[in-house]
Nanobody
Framework: QVQLVESGGGSVQAGGSLRLSCAAS????????IGWFRQAPGKEREGVAS????????YYSDSVKGRSTISQDNAKTTWYLQMNSLKPEDTAMYYC?????????????????????WGQGTQVTVSS
């Protein structure tokens, strides 16, 4: 099993920045890729960034591309989502998720069903 804990959320004004963290524990060797998802009230969950733990390939949704960076530490037990130039529409609960079965190019499609392990989420609120 893999446990994921997100942190780093908060309230910021538009144009500000936040760095979200996702700390993994347990059988971290199972993690082959990480994704960040978000869900705003009344909206569907949306994948915004993903990273392959081996090789470090990264993918972004159009909604955050150019404003966000996903990264990992050398131990590959903590992942980050740096978000800059935040907008009110970025307001949501942000979740990190981990997958253990390699999905290849589908990693860029942010399919929720590819992710076996999920964190509890961290709230991001951006005010105008």
């Amino acid at each position: 099993q893999v446990q994921l804990v997100e942190s780093g959320g908060g309230s910021v004004q538009a144009g500000g920045s936040l760095r979200l963290s996702c700390a993994a524990s347990g059988d971290t060797y199972r993690v082959t890729f990480i994704g960040w998802f978000r869900q705003a009230p009344g909206k569907e969950r949306e994948g915004v960034a993903s990273i392959a733990t081996s090789g470090g390939s990264t993918y972004y949704s159009d909604s955050v591309k150019g404003r966000s960076t996903i990264s990992q530490d050398n131990a590959k037990t903590t992942w980050y989502l740096q978000m800059n130039s935040l907008k009110p529409e970025d307001t949501a609960m942000y979740y990190c998720a981990a997958g253990s079965q390699w999905v290849g190019s589908r990693l860029a499609q942010f399919k929720s069903y590819d992710y076996r392990y999920w964190g509890q989420g961290t709230q991001v609120t951006v005010s105008s």
